[in-house]
């Protein structure tokens, strides 16, 4: 296994205390009161014990090749340029409180798009015998050098997959996302068994969530400019011809 790879079977209750490099309960206090994106960096969710960090790759699959039949997917995979085609890119992923983020690497000051809560989210291994499923891609086939094994997860109509060294990584991955989901299941029904949740992971569940609405804010409103561009579009194309005719819809 991973050296670099991260696991926490107990949950600290303490905001507190001398070692670690952990944030102090003055700062915690100031991260419930002042949201700033640059309490989500990757060196902060380190530095706060997170349940479960590593390295990993991820598939970044263009969207018009998601549609293409398989016999085509084949094809551009060997022979058109890359930029056409999935690509595996290397990511850290980090596990924390109630949410999962993505960096560029565990350096990264900022989570690449919009932090994953874990209740809402479905994960499973991507077995050999699955991988040829048809609502898989027929890039998972092709795992980038050093990794072995891949892991999915789901979330709001979304999958990403992500490759790991092998196997035994995966199932920790899964296992401890789902556990974290059934926890903050348990959390959300008032069942806390005893177990205090850490006041920094609040301050940064908060900060998540307010990150994660500001980013759907933002796509709804790209969506919405781009449906009214085509509109208008589609409007002008009709010249004087619908001004005389008249719309049917």
Not at 160 to 169: K, S
Request: net charge positive; proline share 6%.
């Amino acid at each position: 296994m991973s050296g670099q790879l991260r696991q926490r079977n107990t949950m600290p209750n303490r905001d507190s205390g001398g070692g670690g490099g952990g944030v102090d309960s003055t700062a915690t206090s100031a991260m419930m009161l002042n949201y700033d994106e640059s309490l989500l960096s990757a060196p902060n969710l380190l530095a706060v014990s997170p349940i479960h960090s590593s390295p990993v790759m991820k598939i970044h699959i263009p969207a018009i090749y998601s549609f293409l039949p398989a016999t085509i997917q084949w094809i551009l995979m060997r022979c058109c340029p890359k930029n056409w085609t999935p690509r595996w890119k290397r990511r850290y992923l980090i596990a924390v409180g109630e949410y999962i983020y993505r960096f560029k690497d565990e350096n990264d000051v900022s989570p690449k798009g919009s932090p994953i809560p874990v209740i809402m989210a479905d994960v499973r291994i991507v077995s050999n015998e699955n991988v040829v499923d048809d609502d898989l891609p027929f890039a998972l086939e092709i795992l980038p050098v050093g990794y072995q094994a891949v892991f999915e997860i789901s979330s709001i109509g979304k999958t990403q997959y992500f490759a790991v060294e092998n196997r035994e990584e995966a199932s920790l991955w899964v296992n401890t996302l789902r556990q974290m989901r059934q926890d903050a299941i348990s959390r959300s029904m008032g069942h806390t068994h005893g177990n205090p949740y850490p006041t920094k992971w609040k301050a940064l569940d908060t900060s998540a969530k307010r990150l994660k609405d500001k980013k759907t804010r933002i796509k709804s409103k790209l969506e919405e400019m781009n449906r009214k561009e085509q509109e208008m579009q589609s409007l002008g194309g009709g010249g004087t011809v619908g001004a005389n005719m008249g719309y049917y819809s």
